[in-house]
């Protein structure tokens, strides 16, 4: 069993003029075999919850902890918390121009382990996550994200995960600028990658579509930089049909 512990965690972004407070106390419980799904308006603090965790050097946690497995991860670095079991699906994943993926994907590999995978296996395994999100044989020789559809760069992100095997996994926007076929795809491999390892998920997201097909085990609603209310699926349901203008109000 795994845990993620967000303890009254703030978080501060520079901006031109001054320091300015993002997250305003957060506090999260993600354990293994649960997914959690974020949701919230634009500008709520979501993404910058999962870069906070993550690493992002543009983030200062002011107060707060994050502990993984009681082990304070705001001490380690960005390649550590991916070794400790970390891992982050962006929104906008970044163009890697000369580096193929599948010399990325091993490196990465490589690293997370510490030891590089047997070759063997590797190429076994990469063919048959792969295969799972339909993805073409060519696809490892191409650069990573170059030229790539939106539905390619999160398919990409969820053959890194299939293959890097986290802990706990951050998705933040997965859904965003994908066909309902690549929806259906991405959301098949979340599920088949928690269902095969125990992943623990956090789910971000504006909209509930992708909850259909990964049936979320808690929603919290994002507000202000907090978290305005917990509940089941019955929350998200009711989000789509009224909105978060109630939530934005009590706010104010």
Do not use: C
């Amino acid at each position: 069993m795994t845990t993620l512990e967000i303890k009254n965690l703030h978080v501060s972004v520079e901006t031109e003029d001054e320091p300015k407070e993002i997250l305003r106390g957060v506090d999260l419980t993600i354990n293994s075999h649960e997914t959690h799904a974020i949701m919230g308006p634009n500008g709520s603090g979501k993404s910058t919850l999962a870069y906070a965790v993550a690493g992002h050097p543009k983030y200062t946690v002011t107060e707060g902890q994050i502990l993984l497995d009681g082990e304070d991860v705001l001490g380690m670095g960005v390649d550590e918390r991916a070794s400790a079991g970390l891992f982050l699906a962006m929104q906008y994943p970044v163009e890697v121009p000369g580096v193929t993926v599948s010399n990325f994907l091993r490196t990465a590999k490589t690293a997370v382990d510490g030891e590089a995978p047997k070759l063997r296996h590797w190429v076994k395994d990469v063919k048959v996550a792969m295969d799972a999100l339909r993805m073409d044989s060519s696809f490892a020789e191409r650069n990573v994200n170059e030229g790539f559809s939106g539905g390619e760069k999160k398919r990409h992100e969820i053959l890194q995960m299939e293959l890097l095997q986290p802990k706990i996994a951050i998705l933040d926007e997965t859904d965003s600028g994908l066909d309902i076929d690549a929806l259906k795809v991405v959301s098949e491999g979340v599920n088949r990658v928690k269902e095969n390892t125990g992943l623990g998920v956090m789910l971000i997201t504006h909209y509930t579509r992708i909850l259909r097909y990964i049936q979320p085990d808690h929603v919290h609603v994002f507000v202000g930089g907090r978290v305005a209310e917990s509940g089941g699926r019955e929350l998200a349901d009711r989000l789509e049909a009224e909105g978060y203008d109630r939530y934005l109000t009590a706010a104010v």
